[in-house]
Nanobody
């Protein structure tokens, strides 16, 4: 399954964005999922995880600012990004936490100071 992230854009520091990732309920119910961030010139890294059981973990760098969740129908995974900082700039992807599938099209987030 090749997942497409959406919802990116350009904001000023301190602003907010909400990213979305759509799949089937069956897919989300069978896979721990993650959001990944690829800053310009750097490797892609996970910023947060949501397990099948609904537990969430976020990286220290975004703790208190980013929230991962799933809608009630379990067809949309989201990444709520608040108090954005310039270092949050980059392309964001959604994929399985374990053994990621082929990477889909990410969504670009640009945060200006």
């Amino acid at each position: 399954v090749q997942l497409q992230a959406s919802g990116g854009g350009s904001v000023q520091a301190g602003g907010s964005l909400r990213l979305s990732c759509v799949a089937t309920e069956r897919f989300f119910s069978n896979n721990d999922m993650a959001w990944y961030h690829q800053a310009p010139g750097k490797q892609r890294e996970p910023v947060g995880v949501i397990t099948v059981a609904g537990s969430t973990i976020v990286a220290d760098s975004v703790s208190g600012r980013f929230t991962i969740g799933m809608d009630n129908a379990r067809v949309t995974m989201y990444l709520q990004m608040n108090d954005l900082k310039p270092e949050d700039t980059g392309v964001y992807y959604c994929n399985r936490r374990w053994r990621p599938d082929t990477w889909g099209r990410g969504t670009l987030v640009t945060v200006s100071s």
